[in-house]
């Protein structure tokens, strides 16, 4: 996996940008639409400004004195230095330097500043150290990789504590037979229990986004069931390419057939079983979803329990999705 940069931030190599505006950018009081000292728009980033939105978030963590926290896209520091107020060490991963240097500036000279470690780089690249509890005003466009890597790290955390847009959050949560049940859903809640705790207004970041965002706990499950994410993904990749459509009509989309062939045929050789001469992919299919029940069954309603059922029954057949 690349690595990210990765260090301690040090003033005397990069000091921050001096702001020429009369609102400081540090505190949690609000500031104009648009941030003239950091391009919080290349980063997908909106500074978290209400003091009360803050801590009921880092409230919502039930932080202890031995937790170590990774915060992600901390910003300027408005969650940081509230969960610096409880937990033992905050690792906070930071895209823009120059945000990184507002953070150490306002710790600098504190207390806290022992319990902070600032990486700079991206979240999705960097070696993750060992964290009891995540804290995130994520950034827009590493919503989903966020969740995914969160979930796939181990050793398990215990808690997450992450804001999203509104939509996104919604569809974390979202139930068979609703509007947003999706590969998302299915994807997140087969490995985590996920619930949504607050709605934040647009009005409470700087500079405002144009949707609402939620708050979500995610608890994973522990131990994590035994399935590959691979597998279960890739079979969900299929069954809800076309959500209203049958499951039947998803796995004879063009391409799917063909592929689920490959597979078998490679599966085949590393078990070293012998590909039958007449083998009919298609036909093979269509037999499993009709003895699981599944074949006239739609992605928009079928729970996780019948998604591991399909799974399981395809398996049983040799046939993988990964």
């Excluded at 996104?168 to 996920?194: D, T």
Aim: aromatic share 8%; net charge positive; hydrophobic share 40%.
């Amino acid at each position: 996996m690349p690595r990210a940069t990765s260090e301690r931030f040090s003033r005397a190599h990069q000091p921050p940008v001096k702001s020429k505006s009369k609102s400081g950018s540090s505190g949690d009081a609000g500031g104009a639409a648009h941030n003239p000292i950091f391009n919080t728009e290349r980063f997908g980033q909106h500074i978290l400004k209400n003091p009360l939105v803050a801590q009921g978030i880092v409230d919502k963590a039930n932080l202890r004195p031995t937790d170590k926290v990774l915060e992600v896209g901390p910003g300027t520091g408005n969650l940081t230095v509230r969960i610096l107020e409880k937990a033992k060490h905050v690792t906070a991963v930071e895209a823009d330097p120059r945000m990184a240097a507002e953070l150490t500036k306002r710790v600098q000279g504190k207390p806290e500043q022992r319990k902070l470690e600032i990486m700079i780089g991206d979240f999705v690249k960097a070696d993750l150290p060992y964290f009891d509890v995540c804290i995130s005003n994520t950034p827009y466009q590493i919503s989903s990789p966020l969740v995914f890597r969160l979930l796939s790290h181990r050793p398990l955390f215990r808690v997450a504590i992450l804001m999203f847009q509104r939509e996104f959050a919604m569809r974390l949560v979202a139930q068979p037979g609703s509007n947003l049940w999706s590969r998302l859903s299915a994807n997140v809640q087969l490995y985590a229990k996920v619930d949504h705790i607050m709605k934040v207004g647009k009005n409470n970041f700087r500079p405002p986004p144009q949707v609402e965002s939620s708050v979500v706990r995610i608890v994973p499950a522990d131990p994590p069931p035994p399935v590959r994410f691979e597998e279960f993904d890739g079979m969900n990749r299929i069954v809800f390419s076309r959500r209203n459509k049958t499951v039947h009509a998803n796995f004879l989309a063009k391409g799917v057939i063909e592929m689920l062939e490959q597979n078998y045929r490679t599966w085949c050789a590393e078990k070293d079983k012998i590909v039958e001469d007449d083998l009919d992919m298609k036909a093979k299919v269509e037999q499993i979803l009709l003895d699981t029940g599944y074949s006239e069954e739609r992605a928009a309603k079928m729970g996780i329990d019948e998604l591991l059922k399909l799974l399981s029954a395809f398996h049983d057949a040799g046939v993988h999705f990964a």
